[in-house]
């Protein structure tokens, strides 16, 4: 598996954001849906990897800086024949370790809540994530959002 920096422009990329999008409008209020689109993951805080196994997207991931020592993971999102084969697992490590190179003492995330996103859940609780509350400018209380965050 080769994870790259970088990628926003491929067709595959940019299909696989569009499938995120509908993923979380579907299983979310569009009020409770926190996702980047294409100009938000090119914003210079950003840093957007895709994760290719030759000439084929496997997934894909992004880190927020949040400040000097706090990173949020977004867009993480395995193309569905590809799940279960550890294409998270290698993004989330990909990050987590730029997020420590970058000397974040904190990692956080916004996901969605209900059994579409239990996947998610196990995936960065395995990786040491626990539930916490609402940060930066998430609203606090929304029943469709669950936050969880790890000390690096």
């Not at 997020?99 to 916004?110: D, I």
């Amino acid at each position: 598996m080769d994870i790259r920096e970088g990628g926003l422009d491929d067709p595959q990329v940019i299909d696989l954001l569009r499938l995120h999008a509908a993923g979380m409008l579907a299983n979310s209020p569009p009020d409770s849906c926190h996702f980047l689109d294409l100009s938000g993951l090119k914003r210079p805080d950003v840093t957007f990897w895709s994760a290719w196994e030759g000439g084929e997207l496997l997934g894909i991931g992004a880190l927020k800086q949040l400040d000097a020592g706090h990173g949020e993971i977004k867009s993480m999102r395995t193309r569905p024949e590809h799940l279960g084969k550890g294409v998270g697992a290698h993004l989330l490590q990909k990050i987590m370790a730029t997020a420590r190179e970058r000397g974040y003492h904190r990692l956080s995330l916004e996901t969605g809540s209900g059994e579409a996103f239990d996947a998610a859940h196990a995936l960065y609780r395995k990786f040491g994530f626990s539930e916490c509350g609402a940060f930066g400018d998430y609203p606090e209380g929304d029943p469709f959002s669950r936050f969880m965050t790890r000390a690096l």
